[in-house]
């Protein structure tokens, strides 16, 4: 095993404790890789917190965990402020698309409510207490599974 690989793998166990323990997969995911490998600061994890639950605890958006993917990965490749007219940085897209393709291919869709469904078999109103608390028992490890894999596939990428 090579040592991305290596590093992948711990990621894969901290990013799913702490999902586990803690919530929020988007911080999860940035969290594990600032830990891991660096390149991620306490202002980018602070920043992800609301897009939990695919922003705003809506399920609407992008899962959490991918969010905090695509994140991690343009705080490495993504375009820099003082470049903004320096063109598109297509070589973050790429990256940032094989990584959605990864997600959707392994996890059956890129909402929240998309996992949601795949998880449980329905959806779930995060913002109704009684909801929240059967959405938590239903998807037992799964979205801690899906944030951990997502952690691991970005370090092994970057």
């Known amino acids: 095993m090579d040592t991305k690989q290596t590093l992948g793998e711990q990621a894969y166990d901290k990013a799913l404790k702490y999902e586990l323990d803690y919530g929020c997969c988007p911080q999860c995911v940035l969290a594990t890789v600032q830990e891991t490998i660096g390149m991620v600061d306490d202002q980018t994890i602070k920043a992800s917190h609301a897009l939990s639950g695919g922003g705003a605890l809506l399920g609407e958006g992008t899962c959490g965990a991918l969010t905090g993917g695509l994140m991690a990965l343009s705080a490495k490749y993504g375009r820099d402020r003082d470049k903004l007219e320096r063109g598109r940085f297509i070589n973050n897209f790429k990256k940032a698309k094989e990584l959605s393709e990864r997600f959707k291919q392994e996890f059956g869709g890129l909402t929240c409510k998309e996992l ?28 801690a599974n899906a944030t951990a894999t997502v952690t691991k ?3 092994e990428m970057l």
């Open 116 to 143: 949601q469904k795949q998880f449980t078999g329905r959806t779930y109103d995060m913002w109704n207490a009684e909801e929240y608390k059967a959405f938590s028992d239903a998807r037992g490890p799964k979205c």
């Open 153 to 155: 596939w970005v370090v």
